[in-house]
């Protein structure tokens, strides 16, 4: 918030979207199913590999048919994971990390994420798609979302929901990140909070203001 914006500024126009002309990556390669790629063990933990060679010339992999349900740790190898009309949710006790990665939710997609887990994530410090973390398809209109994360979360990238809505709530104090949130409309509750000290990041300039001057 600028020091010489005392208060909340109301009625303001909409800021233009930074990412605007980031594409979408293709949704391509197998489909591959969270329970059989889990074996089956809910509790057990796992690592996540990409095996697909995306289009785009990274590692990807494929979510559909069934929603992806974590509750154990779970450590993602660098690359895409396509969420292809799957929810994402993040459960009670799991501990989730991996960086280099991007979760891109297209069809429908959703993510939830609740603050009794722990999330170390961070994104892609280069290539087509850096920095952003979580890519919301811009067709997804109207989707909610929810980031509700605790104190030993981290998040390094941008949580980008164009044309969705996010609530980010419940002690989410990112600690440690650099963190941009951008959606059609984003609801704070609790004693949410996020760090933007970005110089490690290729973050995109958001402009949170704007002035049209008529002359003669």
């Known amino acids: 918030v600028s020091p010489t ?16 002309d980031v594409p979408e990556p293709a949704i391509e390669g197998p489909c591959e199913s969270w329970k059989a790629l889990t074996k089956g063990s809910p509790h057990a933990a796992q690592i996540i590999s990409p095996t697909n060679f995306h289009s785009s010339g990274v590692l990807s992999m494929r979510f559909c048919g069934q929603d992806i349900k974590m509750q154990q740790t779970i450590h993602f190898n660098p690359g895409i994971y396509i969420l292809d009309g799957v929810n994402m949710s993040v459960n009670a006790n799991a501990f989730v990390k991996g960086s280099d990665v991007m979760f891109y939710l297209a069809n429908g997609a959703s993510l939830s994420i609740n603050g009794s887990g722990t999330l170390n994530l961070s994104a892609m410090t280069s290539g087509e798609w850096a920095p952003i973390l979580f890519y919301v ?3 997804s209109l109207g989707h909610s ?3 509700n994360g605790n104190s030993g979360s981290s998040f390094e990238g941008v949580i980008y929901i ?3 809505e996010l609530s ?15 959606a059609n ?6 004693n949410s909070d996020f760090q933007s000290d970005c110089t490690d990041f290729p973050f995109k300039e958001i402009s ?3 002035l049209i001057q008529l002359v003669d």
Do not use: W
């Open 5 to 20: 914006c005392p208060a909340a500024r109301e009625n303001q126009a909409p800021i233009p979207d930074p990412y605007a």
């Open 137 to 139: 398809s811009r067709s």
């Open 145 to 147: 979302h929810k980031l």
């Open 162 to 164: 164009p044309n969705g």
């Open 168 to 182: 980010y709530s419940g002690g989410a104090g990112l600690i440690g990140a650099c963190t941009q949130v951008i």
């Open 185 to 190: 409309t984003i609801t704070f509750t609790g």
């Open 208 to 210: 949170a203001a704007s």
